[in-house]
């Protein structure tokens, strides 16, 4: 028969866990204010009290829960790239090339489309010379994901010559400066509504389709 725990200690597990709800609950309060933050002020007029205030925490706890504005900048981003990988779909040969492109980047671009404060970040970090995000592990496993699923549809289709690592980056340039310039979209005449992210993604897919594979 086990021993009662002594009254001191009664209650102390369920406590525990409150307190680390309460402490996983202000972490994600205070990502989600920093994302905010950062996106429409830019790394540097970004303050911790800010964020605090915005997260209606104290103005210390974002400097409590993540050390400095550097590393609460560099966790912002870490949660931005591991949510842009998760929409990467997995690597279908059976499907073929063409479905496989078109559904990773169809869910690549309204992932943009729905993450704004992505693309925001993403240009206040190139204006500021990509000082903070190179060597990023979040952002390094989400382009060794997209080099690998690339390289084996290369394969697939005999254009194995093809840099992988070109693609890559013109992927990601015809997903993402449209959506970084809506004037430039608007003024081309396009409709830049919430059917824009899906219309670009059919675009991208047929120009880089006659690329890869012969018409």
Request: glycine share 10%.
């Amino acid at each position: 028969m086990s021993a009662a725990l002594p009254d001191k200690l009664k209650g102390t597990g369920r406590r525990s866990a409150e307190n680390g709800r309460d402490a996983e609950r202000s972490r994600a309060a205070i990502l989600d204010a920093a994302e905010t933050l950062f996106a429409e002020r830019g790394f540097e007029a970004t303050t911790l009290a800010a964020v605090g205030a915005a997260a209606e925490l104290s103005r210390g706890a974002p400097g409590y829960f993540y050390g400095s504005k550097e590393q609460l900048y560099r966790a912002v981003l870490g949660r931005l790239f591991e949510s842009s990988r998760e929409v990467l779909p997995g690597w279908a040969p059976d499907a073929g090339v063409a479905q496989a492109l078109e559904e990773a980047i169809g869910r690549f671009t309204a992932f943009l489309a729905e993450r704004p404060a992505f693309l925001r970040i993403l240009e206040w970090e190139a204006l500021s010379g990509d000082r903070r995000m190179g060597g990023l592990p979040e952002h390094l496993a989400t382009l060794a994901l997209a080099l690998r699923q690339l390289s084996d549809g290369l394969e697939l289709v005999g254009r194995q010559s093809l840099d992988p690592r070109h693609l890559v980056l013109s992927l990601i340039a015809l997903c993402l400066f449209p959506l970084s310039h809506p004037s430039l979209v608007r003024d081309l005449g396009l409709d830049s509504g919430p059917g824009f992210a899906e219309a670009r993604a059919r675009h991208i897919v047929d120009v880089v389709l006659y690329g890869l594979l012969p018409r």
